[in-house]
């Protein structure tokens, strides 16, 4: 039987390139505004009015918030998901046809829409523990991104080293 047809027209290092490049493009043009609109618009003034009563402070940064609770204690707060740190590796991820773990890590960024936002309104209300959550998730943030970072870029490789088909 002839598959001819099903062959693709670009090699897969080609294929992945070009994808990477339009994802990035998609980032710096749209996500990234898009991001700093919502909380530029949404986020920080609804948290500013709340730290009003609670005498806390709010620290803008374009797709951050960060809480100044006390004087002594750094800021603590929470970044916007979705952001770079998401798109490089779900995009990795789905090169590789790791889908399973592509949707984990989408999970995981819907649970940031949520979870942070929860814990840094707890921390303003005077909840010193939620700081601490805010911190572990900053670390957590972070083991995610170079988890699944590692994960995508093996998989790709160990594609290209066994040949499988791309």
Not at 6 to 31: D, E, H, M, N, W
Not at 38 to 61: A, G, K, M
Not at 127 to 133: K, P, Q, S, Y
Request: hydrophobic share 45%; net charge positive.
């Amino acid at each position: 039987m002839d598959n001819s047809w099903a062959k693709q027209p670009y090699p897969f290092l080609l294929r992945s390139f070009f994808i990477l490049i339009a994802v990035s493009v998609l980032t710096f043009t749209i996500i990234r505004q898009v991001r700093t609109r919502i909380n530029s618009d949404y986020i920080y003034p609804e948290f500013v009015q709340i730290s009003e009563s609670y005498d806390t402070q709010i620290i803008y940064s374009p797709r951050r918030i960060n809480i100044l609770s006390n004087e002594n204690d750094p800021p603590r707060g929470f970044g916007i998901p979705f952001g770079g740190y998401f798109w490089l590796p779900v995009t990795l991820l789905f090169i590789s046809r790791d889908k399973k773990i592509a949707f984990g890590l989408i999970g995981y960024h819907l649970f940031l829409c949520i979870g942070p936002p929860y814990m840094a309104l707890l921390l303003i209300k005077g909840n010193d523990l939620a700081g601490t959550f805010l911190q572990v998730n900053e670390l957590t943030f972070i083991l995610v991104f170079l988890y699944s970072l590692l994960l995508a870029t093996n998989n790709i490789y160990n594609m290209i080293k066994n040949k499988r088909p791309l």
